[in-house]
């Protein structure tokens, strides 16, 4: 009853309320111009966080990732280009149906099913975040290093990217983490004298390189292409029928999205492709997918949406992100000074209580906006790249250059942006950058501090249980995207 | 249909070194090598001070990984040709001389200008001719973004010659 209340506190703080109602807007926003999304919008607000109280300024992060996450549907619905990677699979269904003249309709259920499997995600938040930092306490140094190698292995079957590549990204990101001084034993690491990466490099400007600044070369490449838009009238409630079809899909693709959201490093993206194709295999008609069928749509989006609350499950109770886009929703937390984990549940239960009820709030936010804005919204892709981009950039050079005032980072974004572009026209994805640069230090801090409890007897590790059970748990990771594509090619 | 297998063609009858397979390959056992020879010259720490393993040892295990995973997808590109890719357009090269161009400016006269020399090239060169438009993401919202950083955020930006007389009046 107290937690409930705890929950309810967003809804009598105006603060609060005003964070909440710019977050979910600017996240919708972000959501809807393709290219951009949560991730990158969430580093690019992070340095204006720093003006805010910690819970203000996580709010604010949490309602701009529900809502980025379900305004990417609106560009896939209506143009179909995903505005996010996690409304890809939304394209299948939601274009062909708008084309049919059907937008309203599609962009209605699209509404409902995010809003549905969010709302569900947070229940599932609420229940299963305070269970697994009380797990957490039987955690151990060796235990918190299988569990991050677990999450690295995770990274093999993020997105459509082949999984060596993933891991090759990863361990590149966990490399990158390693630049500058030791943090055990203060020598130099990769420095070259520079003073300046003496203290590593920064989270912020790897993020928006990878993010704003590759896109950005990437646009510059696509120059010429010419979106086809489907003209929306008014977005529609799903009538009973489109209900009676649809919500048993909505509550598996939910259960799915949360659970995958759960596992350490996937996110909305895995989900939402996991979501449409069993949704298509529990479909008494799988020969619409594809052409329009509103099950997929349902699928797909109630999934992405599920993912944002399950993914903040390990975040909050174990310091592991459980997407790219939680993984800047971590930094936000350290830089305030909250240091995830099985204390913060113990210690700040009205902070935690706090976040759950504010997603909650977005969830039912971009459910209105979504309804009586979409139109607004799908105009905002009427924006010229031409204009839209160079802003970008200045944005991205004064928010990379406010946190740590240097204009090294500055240099490290553009030289990140460069590496991004390069990494997605070969077919690199660079999440597991993010994912990888965020464990490094704890990979590598818990292996160290596991070897001196063990002696430097690597063999020991595999006498913990929990941990045997990660390293198990890893090996299936490593073997899950084989096994996944040989199903998708079946039933796409 | 047929321009792609004219394309598929065109890829097999290159030689290896020509194909992405091999340069994206190469590039990164390259730099991993020239790191992974780096990782011998940090220090050593006495076994007193010595944390479970060397400051070295990690970092080159992850390199030892880097270089064998890229091995393994250079030998299933065998099997697996990658896709290939258009070649970049002349706007993406004049966007990456723009990037130069910031860097260059930005630590030698200011890096106000730097932002807004970048926009108005990269608005031009992408296709922007009207006028307003270009001031308008040249001037006027890089004006907007630096007044809203400092007096937000009260961040200081690094002097130049624009920055100076901002901070002079």
């Known amino acids: 009853m107290d937690n409930l209340l705890l929950m309810m506190a967003p809804l009598f703080s105006s603060k609060l309320l005003l964070v909440l109602f710019f977050g979910t807007l600017f996240g919708l926003i972000l959501g809807v111009l393709p290219g951009l999304g949560p991730t990158t919008g969430g580093a690019l607000i992070l340095p204006f966080t720093m003006t805010l109280d910690p819970l203000s300024a996580i709010v604010l992060l949490t309602s701009i990732y529900c809502a980025g996450t379900y305004g990417g549907a609106i560009t896939a619905i209506l143009i179909n280009t995903p505005g996010t990677p996690a409304a890809a699979a939304t394209c299948l269904d939601g274009y062909p149906l708008a084309q049919k003249g059907e937008a309203g309709r599609a962009l209605g259920m699209a509404t409902v099913s995010s809003t549905v499997g969010g709302i569900f995600s947070v229940i599932i938040l609420v229940f299963f975040a305070p269970l697994l930092a009380k797990l957490a306490y039987e955690f151990g140094q060796p235990e918190y290093f299988a569990l991050a190698i677990f999450g690295l292995t995770m990274l093999a079957s993020i997105g459509d990217g082949s999984p060596i590549k993933n891991l090759i990204a990863g361990a590149f990101g966990i490399l990158i983490s390693t630049i500058g001084k030791d943090f055990m034993t203060s020598i130099d690491r990769f420095t070259y004298g520079i003073n300046e990466l003496s203290e590593g490099i920064g989270f912020i400007p790897v993020v928006v390189g990878l993010f704003a600044i590759s896109e950005m070369l990437t646009q510059s490449t696509l120059l010429d292409q010419v979106f086809k838009r489907v003209a929306l009238k008014a977005v529609k409630l799903p009538s009973l029928k489109d209900y009676k079809l649809t919500w048993k899909t909505i509550l598996r693709s939910s259960g799915i999205g949360s659970f995958i959201g759960v596992l350490p490093a996937e996110g909305g993206t895995v989900a939402s492709l996991i979501g449409y194709s069993e949704a298509k295999r529990f479909s008494k008609n799988p020969e619409e997918f594809g052409k329009g069928s509103i099950e997929g749509i349902a699928g797909a989006e109630a999934a992405n949406n599920a993912a944002t609350g399950g993914a903040m499950v390990p975040t909050l109770a174990l310091g592991i992100p459980g997407s790219a886009t939680t993984a800047v929703i971590l930094t936000g937390l350290i830089i305030h000074g909250v240091r995830p984990g099985p204390d913060l549940f113990r210690e700040q239960p009205e902070f935690l209580y706090g976040i759950f009820g504010a997603m909650l709030i977005a969830n039912i936010l971009f459910f209105i906006f979504g309804f009586f804005g979409a139109k607004i919204f799908a105009r905002i892709t009427l924006v010229p790249n031409k204009i839209l981009w160079p802003m970008i950039f200045a944005v991205s050079v004064c928010g990379t250059y406010s946190l740590s005032q240097s204009i090294i980072d500055v240099w490290i974004m553009l030289l990140f942006g460069v590496i991004g572009f390069f990494m997605r026209r070969y077919g690199f994805s660079v999440v597991p950058v993010i994912i990888g640069l965020i464990l490094g230090e704890l990979v590598e801090g818990t292996l160290r501090q596991s070897l001196v409890i063990f002696d430097g007897n690597w063999l020991m590790f595999l006498t913990r249980p929990i941990a045997l059970t990660f390293f198990i748990l890893s090996l299936i990771a490593l073997a899950f995207p084989l096994l996944r594509s040989k199903k998708r090619k079946k039933i796409l | ?169």
């Open chain 2, 1 to 169: 249909m047929n321009n792609v297998r004219k394309q598929k063609r065109a890829n097999k009858s290159l030689p290896f070194f020509f194909k992405d397979e091999f340069k994206v390959s190469f590039i990164i056992i390259f730099i991993s090598t020239i790191l992974l020879i780096t990782t011998f010259s940090f220090d050593i720490v006495p076994p007193i001070l010595n944390r479970g393993i060397q400051p070295a040892t990690f970092p080159k295990g992850l390199l030892v990984l880097i270089i064998s995973l890229t091995l393994i997808v250079y030998y299933l590109s065998f099997k697996k040709p990658w896709k290939i890719e258009k070649k970049l357009p002349k706007t993406f090269y004049l966007t990456l001389t723009s990037f130069l161009l910031f860097v260059l400016i930005s630590k030698t006269l200011d890096f106000f200008l730097a932002i807004s020399v970048l926009s108005i090239f990269v608005s031009y060169y992408w296709g922007e001719r009207r006028i307003f438009y270009l001031l308008l993401v040249s001037i006027i919202f890089p004006i907007i973004v630096f007044v809203f950083f400092e007096t937000i955020l009260g961040l200081r930006f690094p002097p130049g010659i624009i920055t100076n007389i901002y901070y002079q009046v």
